[in-house]
C-alpha cells in the first residue's frame, strides 16, 4: 500500500491525487504540511530531507519531489498512456515536467506570494512562460500527444491558477487563446475538476 504524506489544498499534493484516480490505485493519506492536523507533525521532516509536501512511502522506500512521485507512481502501475514505455515518448513528457517546475511555477509561485501580501510584483517571467505555454498548445489537445499525460497532470494546478489575471486590475489581461481551451479540455477530467479546481479553489 502507497501512503501520501501530504494536504488536499496543496497544489503539488493535488498532482499525486489525480494521478492515483486516473490509475486507480487506492493509497492512504496521512495529512501532512502547513495547516494540516497531522497524527505526526514531525513525519515528513524525517523522511524528506525537504520537509516538504508530498511524499510518498511505497515500503521501505520514500519519494519526495511532486514530479519523480507521479513517475514513480507511473512506472509501478500496469502500462498506461499517461506514461508510455517509449524512452522517446517519456523524454519528452519529462521535458514539460522539469520545464514547468523551473521556468513557470518559481515565477508564478512568488507572484502569488507577493500578490497575497498586497504588492506589486514583476510578471514578466511568468507571463513569458504562459506565452510559451500558449503558443505551444496552438493545434494541440494536450501537451504531449492527443491524450493525457503526466506532463498535464504536473502543469495543471499553474494552468489553473491562469485565473490570478482574470479579473486583474495589475496586469492587462494577455491573448491566450489555447491555454484557455487547454484549461478547458482539462475540465473534461473528473480528477482534475475534484483534486485541482474544487481543492485549489
Ligand atoms: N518542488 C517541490 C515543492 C514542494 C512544496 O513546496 N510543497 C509545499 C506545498 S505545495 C509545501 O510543502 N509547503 C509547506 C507545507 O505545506 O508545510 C515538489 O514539487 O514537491
Known sequence: MVTVYGRRNSSNCAKVFWLMDELD?????EPAGRGADARDPEAVRRLSPTGTVPVVQ???QVVWESNAILRCLAASAPASPLWPADPAAR???????????????PPLGRLRKARAAGQ???????LQAFGLLDRHLAGRSYLVGDTLTLADIAIAPAVFRWRLW???????????????????RLRT???????VEDALN
Open 189 to 195: 477530467h473528473a480528477g482534475y475538476r475534484q483534486h
Open 25 to 29: 490505485q487506492p493509497f492512504t493519506l
Open 91 to 105: 523524454g519528452t513528457i519529462d521535458s514539460w515536467m522539469d520545464w514547468a517546475s523551473i521556468s513557470l511555477t
Open 166 to 184: 482574470e479579473g486583474s486590475a495589475q496586469d492587462p489581461l494577455p491573448d491566450v487563446p489555447n491555454l484557455l481551451a487547454y484549461r478547458d
Open 120 to 126: 506589486t510584483a514583476d510578471a514578466t517571467a511568468t
Open 58 to 60: 511505497m515500503g521501505d
